[in-house]
């Protein structure tokens, strides 16, 4: 039952965080309420997700940053942008980010071949990359999400990092 709380609270953070990241949730708390009562929410926010999963919970509505949970495995690289969402737990560490671009994301995948991880699962779509990567110690999904109209050059990406398990 823990499991799958888990699964679902840090599937509502995901889903939070792509909203964020799009500035929908930003610009709703601010013409609403604003910035004193949108830090209140993101606080009860990380509370109530860190009381379901157990874990570390970083949020960011303002723009700021989050931090990586310091349990992050040292070694597994992260993409360069800004961490909108952070989430460690026993189980493992999601994140989710805000890239400059497509280039942040191709680096991370070359510093994850060049580390020796194998390529496991790939997915091309138009405006969606998946990769997952493994090494024998971490398994490690890369999403990204991309504006294909060349209008913005904004991406969302997802970090999920595993432990593998053990046979």
């Excluded at 949730?25 to 009562?37: C, F, K, P, Q, T």
């Excluded at 040292?74 to 989430?87: K, Y």
């Excluded at 510093?111 to 493994?134: I, K, S």
């Amino acid at each position: 039952m823990k499991k799958t709380t888990s699964v679902l609270s840090v599937g509502v953070l995901t889903a939070t965080m792509a909203l964020t990241g799009c500035g929908i949730v930003e610009d709703a708390i601010g013409e609403r309420v604003g910035e004193g009562v949108g830090d209140a929410i993101e606080g009860q926010l990380e509370s109530a997700i860190e009381s379901e999963t157990g874990g570390e919970v970083d949020l960011n509505f303002d723009g700021s940053g989050a931090e990586l949970p310091s349990s992050f495995p040292d070694g597994v690289p992260v993409p360069e942008g800004l961490i909108l969402s952070s989430v460690g737990t026993e189980d493992g560490w999601n994140l989710s980010m805000q890239l400059e671009s497509r280039d942040a994301f191709d680096a991370t995948i070359a510093e994850l071949e060049a580390q020796g991880y194998t390529l496991e699962e790939e997915l091309d779509q138009p405006a969606m990359t998946l990769r997952t990567f493994t090494n024998g110690e971490y398994d490690v999904s890369l999403g990204l999400i991309s504006d294909e109209s060349g209008e913005e050059d904004i991406a969302l990406a997802t970090v999920i990092v595993t432990p593998v398990a053990s046979e």
